[in-house]
């Protein structure tokens, strides 16, 4: 076979070839094109039967609105939305949203990093182990003069730090299981600051600084103190959220009685409260009217110091008493009233030491459970048949749901 012969053939059987390549090609193309739209297609079927069943779930949720927890501020009485929150989650209540200032910011994290029974009593086990040398430390020197010194706060907040990451199981506030809302006062400007992300013990750190007992916290090159300061039942903000029904833990009763100054200092801390309060009751004197409040409140008197951990038992079980009423009245969560109550940690309770003269235990040592005296009720937890035991005191009513209140309370 000439040269000339065997150039031909091969140019022919490359043609060939190259046409049966692009043959080939345009085959493959046409059918991954027609993939991609059959797969397009059913795509934007399955996004749109998705898109209906959305607007279903969120016509479903706008009719059944959304329920916020909100928990108030109130130092050691705090211990009240212990035993208010062992009752929730004993029903099974869980809230869409929390909202918490102060110790309510605390509580408020804490419940909303683990909303369950388990989750409350690991709650009520740091609670009974407080002590006041765990948070306010007393040196060798203390008295009124401390508050006299040039520096920021009376105490160091690390001992309240040690005890949030403790009983704070989630580093970061988006990472909790419920969606959870702080709020601290601005030392820049005097307004209130909501932390939705971020450092869970900072935020809450900041949240509750009460002034002068501990330093403001920074964040972000800003300073913050206590949240309650500005807004101590955030109620508002639950409300500009969407909820149409907000429970508050309040740590004290609705209405503020301010006690008789004796004092210039007593004088000075009763304006504090009330203009605290004011703010309350003027967010409870304009709810929209589609808004259902429903308040579980904390009686008077049982603590004498915002440092006072003696009464941490007898505050839970008022606590308990109170919400188990709240409960009953109004079905909250998803398990019926009874519900089987929740084990309570066994914690030593300390022997009061006898003073010097022999009249009685010495000044400051915790009082034993439970607190006797005129004005301490001496309260049992709820049994499965009732909110208290029979004989025993129980807390005032809990106050229903209220749309129109009067602008006096």
Known sequence: ??????????????TLFVLAALVLIFLTVRFLVRQASASKAAWLAAQSGAGGDQ??????????????????????????????????????????????????AINGVG??????????????????????????????????????QQRDAVYANSGLRSIIEEGFP???????????????????????????????IDAVLASSAMPAIFPPVEIDGERYIDGGVVDNVPIQRAIDAGATRIVVLLCSPPVFQPPVSKRPVEGMVNALFIAIHARFVRDMAHLPEDVEVILCAGPEGTTRDFDDFSTTEQLIALG?????????????????????????????????????????????????HPVGGPDDAQVVGPSPSGPAASGSTAPAAAVGPVTHPDPGT
Do not use: C, K, N
């Not at 150039?7 to 022919?12: D, E």
């Not at 009752?87 to 200032?101: C, K, M, N, Q």
């Not at 989630?170 to 932390?195: I, K, M, N, Q, Y």
């Open 1 to 14: 076979m000439s040269d000339a012969t065997s150039t031909t053939l091969f140019a022919l059987v490359f």
């Open 55 to 104: 607007d279903s779930d969120d016509e479903d949720d706008e009719d059944e609105g959304m329920t916020a927890l909100v928990f108030a501020g109130g130092s050691t009485r705090g211990a009240i939305q212990i035993g208010m929150l062992q009752v929730l989650a004993e029903h099974g209540f869980v809230p869409d949203r929390i909202y918490g200032s102060s110790v309510g």
């Open 111 to 148: 419940f909303a990093a683990d909303p369950t029974r388990a989750g409350v009593e690991r709650m009520t086990e740091v609670w009974l182990r407080l002590r006041r040398e765990d948070i306010y430390p007393q040196g060798r020197l203390h008295g009124p003069w401390l508050y006299l």
């Open 170 to 200: 989630h580093e970061r506030l988006e990472d909790a299981v419920v969606p959870v809302e702080v709020v601290a006062t601005s030392l820049t400007d005097g307004g209130e600051r909501w932390f939705t992300y971020g450092p869970a």
């Open 320 to 368: 308990r008493a109170e919400a188990s009423e709240v409960v009953r009245r109004y079905g909250l969560g998803t398990i019926a009233y009874p519900a089987p109550p929740m084990p309570v940690p066994a914690v030593a309770v300390p022997v009061p030491a006898e003073s010097s003269d022999g009249d009685g235990p010495t000044a400051g040592a915790p009082a034993p």
